[in-house]
């Protein structure tokens, strides 16, 4: 019988994108077959345990190093979501910079006016992707940085934090470094600036944030799986005595998890928002524009000027745009039927919503839901056939 490898695995805490990274190891280990995987809150791991983990043969770990390292005892290990020990060892992690332009592309779609950006600390890669992309929208950047060791408890920081955001031409979008922030800053502000006036967006997606904050946090689902499940397959590679050089391995983020924080369409033009919300009220029964004219008591030639001003769109694209868009989300994280999700986008059945979304998308909805199903595992390599 061939001897199990054992990989350790040494994580910080129990946040959901830290779990998401021990599933994406997980799965890598069931592909292979002869892991025996072991998981270690970082800051519990005794002298003893670590020296157990000196005799295993190879580690992933997410966290600063303060006892020896790996490279001292020749262990293969591998970083995860980490900008330290990158001339040490590989770190795979998720692409920041994206992540900065993955949330000005989506704030640009919301139709937000103005982007600002709260951290920490000064010239992080999030800003840098936020900024670059806000400027090919030609939109203003505004950033905001904590001071402190605790800012948290300090009542002026807090109070210069919604100055600040006080001061900014609303509708904002702000993206927040990560979710733990996102959640003390919608606290901290006024109730009744989220999300009219404040569209507040975390990075991490952590569920457990997302449920206890009112309203829900929308957040950048960061693809930790894939980053767990490529750490893994480094770890692999190097286990197997390939020489794999220190440096980021950078994987591109998964996607936007709108939630009430970010719930509205923004526009300038009341009109074009109250437009909107009836057409978001009625994807199951969409609303023609000569029923959008009468209860908005407007012509369709206004309406459509005004439309086409504030959104570049006229009603019936943006009609069919919001269609589309929650036939996105349905199709990857919902688990009903193709007719169900047709029905509720507002399709006479099945075929026609086929139809209509190839023409928008390119593929079709169940390629489309196929591949966001895979894509935590973008990075496995092809399954090996199975024997008759």
């Not at 332009?101 to 000064?122: C, D, I, P, Q, W």
């Not at 901290?188 to 600036?193: A, F, H, K, Y």
């Not at 908005?296 to 086409?308: C, D, G, I, Q, Y």
Request: glycine share 6%; with cysteine.
């Amino acid at each position: 019988m061939e001897t199990k490898k054992l990989i350790t695995l040494l994580l910080p805490a129990v946040a959901t994108s830290m779990q998401d990274i021990v599933r994406g190891v997980a799965d890598y280990a069931r592909e292979r077959g002869n892991w025996h995987v072991v998981l270690h809150i970082w800051g519990n791991v005794d002298p003893e345990t670590l020296a157990w983990i000196q005799r295993g043969d190879g580690v992933i770990f997410a966290s600063q190093l303060s006892k020896g390292t790996f490279a001292d005892w020749a262990i293969p290990a591998v970083g995860v979501q980490s900008s330290k020990w990158v001339e040490t060892y590989p770190l795979v992690s998720t692409n920041y910079v994206e992540i900065g332009r993955m949330a000005a592309r989506y704030f640009h779609e919301k139709g937000l006016n103005h982007f600002a950006f709260l951290s920490y600390e000064f010239s992080t890669f999030l800003e840098r992707g936020l900024r670059e992309q806000a400027e090919t929208y030609g939109r203003e950047l505004s950033c905001h940085y904590l001071r402190g060791a605790q800012p948290e408890l300090d009542p002026n920081a807090r109070k210069a934090l919604c100055d600040w955001l006080e001061a900014l031409p609303p509708p904002v979008g702000l993206l927040v470094r990560d979710d733990f922030l996102a959640q003390r800053v919608m606290d901290w502000i006024p109730r009744d600036w989220l999300p009219e006036r404040i569209a507040v967006l975390g990075v991490g997606n952590d569920q457990l944030i997302a449920d206890i904050t009112n309203p829900t946090l929308s957040s950048i689902d960061r693809g930790a799986r894939r980053v767990g499940y490529k750490a893994a397959e480094v770890l692999d590679r190097m286990i197997s005595g390939e020489a794999v050089p220190p440096g980021r391995i950078d994987l591109p983020p998964d996607r936007v998890v709108e939630r009430a924080s970010t719930g509205l369409r923004y526009t300038s033009d009341p009109l074009v928002t109250r437009g909107v919300r009836l057409l978001e009220e009625n994807l199951d029964r969409p609303l023609s524009t000569q029923e959008l004219c009468k209860q908005l008591h407007v012509s369709r030639r206004t309406l459509e000027r005004r439309f086409l001003e504030a959104l570049g769109r006229t009603p019936g694209q943006q009609r069919q745009f919001l269609r589309l868009s929650m036939a996105k989300t349905l199709l990857q994280n919902s688990r009903e039927p193709m007719s169900v999700i047709a029905e509720r986008c507002g399709y006479k059945n099945q075929q026609r919503f086929s139809e209509a979304f190839r023409r928008a998308v390119g593929i079709p909805p169940t390629q489309f839901q196929a591949e966001r199903k895979e894509a935590p595992h973008e990075s496995r390599r092809p399954a090996k056939a199975k024997s008759s």
